[in-house]
């Protein structure tokens, strides 16, 4: 069972930056692929970004490709989601998501079996 904690969420102005981070219990983290998902109030979980454990292969949401980099430390069984650009459309709760296989669902909510709490980004105008 693969432990999940977000952290680094927080208040910031429209145009700022934050880095948040999910830690993970398991050794092997480095196997998984991990991604990031926000929701904000009344809406759906929504997906952010992806990395893969080959090659650290990643791919975005349209909405925020170029403002966003989803990056992985192994090393410290870290991935990060380094955020630019914020805009009070961003405001959301962020998770990350884990998941060992590959599926083809893994820009989705169902293709990930393991998700942390959630860590509050607001952005204000």
């Known amino acids: 069972q693969v432990q999940l904690v977000e952290s680094g969420g927080g208040l910031v102005q429209t145009g700022g930056s934050l880095r948040l981070s999910c830690a993970a219990s398991e050794p092997t983290f480095s196997h998984y692929h991990v991604a990031w998902f926000r929701q904000a109030p009344g809406k759906e979980r929504q997906f952010v970004a992806v990395?893969?454990?080959?090659?650290?292969?990643?791919y975005y949401a349209d909405s925020v490709r170029d403002r966003f980099t989803i990056s992985r430390d192994n090393a410290k069984n870290m991935v990060y989601l380094q955020m630019h650009s914020l805009q009070p459309g961003d405001t959301a709760v962020y998770y990350c998501?884990?998941?060992?296989?590959?599926?083809?669902?893994?820009?989705?909510?169902?293709?990930?079996?393991?998700w942390g709490q959630g860590t509050q980004v607001t952005v204000s105008s």
């Open positions: 998501a884990a998941n060992l296989y590959y599926n083809t669902g893994l820009s989705t909510v169902k293709g990930y079996d393991y």
């Open positions: 990395v893969y454990r080959i090659a650290d292969t990643t």
